[in-house]
């Protein structure tokens, strides 16, 4: 019969949902041999990394490696869409993410939604839905945001982990992978005027 299981996890070091991160960094081993798929545009890291991480396939593990300082007293997640998948069928691992804290404790709050088009009322995929700690309108020229995540095919988008306070929302059609609006020809922008605070999704509700 035709494989159609993806991978699975057999264990992660550090594991994940770490606390007190301080690894250079993190090996996640399989059941099979596998590969990595696109993981340049697959891989979403938030808060984003200055340089992105250096991946290497050693047979049935995947190391990660940090090419840059990771921030005191925060939670990162790393979500790598379908990046991972097998070697003989191509099976995807959908959606793994893996979470860990520099801190003592991490971070729990969320912020869902959906983008759609103003010219189209359509929903909008592939859109960088963007978090900033400051209310500053020039901020998507200048600055990368401290949390960001992309559209599924549906317009929906979850950001996850998130901690306490208020954030400037921006939503942002990137076409260079700038995590900028800096293409003013190619790239269409959108905002909230207030700011939003994350809120908290209890266990419970969860399940």
């Not at 594991?15 to 690894?23: E, L, R, V």
């Not at 840059?68 to 979500?79: A, D, F, K, R």
């Not at 959908?94 to 860990?100: G, M, R, S």
Request: net charge negative; glycine share 4%; aromatic share 12%.
């Amino acid at each position: 019969d035709k494989d159609i299981i993806p991978p699975k996890i057999l264990r992660i070091e550090p594991k994940n949902q770490s606390t007190n991160f301080d690894a250079k960094s993190f090996i996640i081993s399989f059941d099979e041999y596998v590969q990595l798929n696109d993981i340049s545009t697959q891989l979403i890291v938030s808060p984003p990394l200055k340089t992105p991480p250096e991946f290497v396939v050693k047979g049935r593990n995947v190391v990660v490696k940090f090419n840059s300082e990771l921030l005191p007293n925060t939670t990162y997640t790393m979500n790598f869409g379908s990046a991972i998948r097998d070697i003989n069928e191509s099976n995807p691992l959908e959606n793994f993410t893996y979470v860990f804290s520099t801190g003592s404790f991490l971070d729990s709050l969320s912020l869902n939604g959906n983008v759609m088009s103003a010219l189209t009322m359509e929903n909008e995929k592939d859109v960088l839905v963007l978090l900033y700690q400051e209310n500053i309108d020039s901020l998507p020229f200048l600055k990368l945001p401290y949390y960001y995540a992309k559209t599924d095919a549906s317009g929906n988008f979850a950001l996850n982990n998130l901690k306490a306070g208020k954030f400037k929302v921006v939503a942002l059609k990137d076409q260079n992978s700038s995590f900028l609006y800096d293409d003013f020809d190619k790239e269409w922008i959108g905002f909230s005027d207030s700011l939003i605070s994350p809120y908290f999704i209890s266990k419970a509700k969860q399940e």
